[in-house]
């Protein structure tokens, strides 16, 4: 039967990435969930990313503002247009208010959507994405 981790810290998270390469990251899962009651794929062994305390935040300093992988799109929007009021337009057209509190940033960016609405954003703002796999980060 498929498992289902729900890491709750980074460090964990990455051990059963490394663990479990197969399994399937999930999210908010907006996109994740459609493969399902749309397209009836079957997901596999889920690694969700939802409790992992960690990725769940969003730090600031002078330069650099920080937004979590497991950040909903709500916070990350709201985030992004205190510093960018520019963009606030632009994040209500982006779904619905429970999409938009499910759904995370990083799953947008991740899902590589050609109609995905953040990345034209986060391009223009020059955004750099921070990966890790294991122990390594670039
Ligand atoms: C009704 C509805 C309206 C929507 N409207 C819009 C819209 O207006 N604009 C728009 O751009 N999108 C829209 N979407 C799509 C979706 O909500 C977004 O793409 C959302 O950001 C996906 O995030 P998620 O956390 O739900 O990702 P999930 O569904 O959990 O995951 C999406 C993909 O990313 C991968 N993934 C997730 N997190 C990570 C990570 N941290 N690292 C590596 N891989 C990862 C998953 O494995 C999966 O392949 C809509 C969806 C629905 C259902």
Do not use: C
């Not at 399937?24 to 009836?40: C, E, I, M, P, Y």
């Not at 794929?41 to 330069?63: F, W």
């Not at 916070?75 to 995370?104: C, H, K, M, Q, V």
């Amino acid at each position: 039967a498929p498992a289902f981790y729900a890491p709750v810290t980074l460090e964990a998270f990455a051990r059963l990435r490394d663990e479990h390469p197969q399994a399937r990251l999930v999210a908010g899962s907006t996109d994740v969930g459609l493969w399902v009651t749309k397209q009836f794929r079957e997901l596999g062994d889920m690694l969700y990313i939802g409790n992992v305390r960690e990725l769940k935040s969003i730090e600031r300093d002078a330069q650099t503002l920080t937004i979590g992988a497991a950040v909903t799109l709500e916070d990350a929007y709201a985030a992004l247009a205190a510093d960018y009021p520019e963009l606030a337009e632009l994040w209500t057209r982006f779904a619905s208010l429970p999409i938009r509190n499910a759904g995370t940033l990083g799953g947008n960016v991740a899902n590589g959507s050609p109609i995905g609405d953040s990345m034209p954003a986060l391009l223009a703002l020059g955004a750099e994405v921070v990966l890790r796999q294991g122990t390594r980060t670039r």
